[in-house]
């Protein structure tokens, strides 16, 4: 247990290297395995790729078409 002088000194501490201090993230137990959302792996880039090759594909089959289906 801290004394008032202990938990003061504490805080005192803590507000003057507040900038250098990081904190674990706290989560109740059944929340522990989902993963953050800065922590969720980015697809942009592949999301980006596959759309790209999509739309090509689907203007090529336009180009392609005959006279009666464009």
Not at 2 to 23: D, G, P, S, V
Not at 51 to 60: D, I, P, R, S
Request: overall charge positive; glycine content about 4%; cysteine-free.
């Amino acid at each position: 247990m801290q004394t008032i002088n202990e938990q003061l000194a504490l805080e005192r501490l803590a507000r003057k290297h507040e900038r250098h201090l990081t904190f674990l993230r706290h989560s109740p137990r059944e929340h522990r395995a989902i993963p953050f959302a800065e922590d969720a792996p980015r697809h942009e880039v592949r999301d980006a790729i596959i759309g790209g090759a999509v739309f090509a594909a689907f203007v090529g089959l336009l180009m392609t078409a005959p006279w009666w289906l464009a």
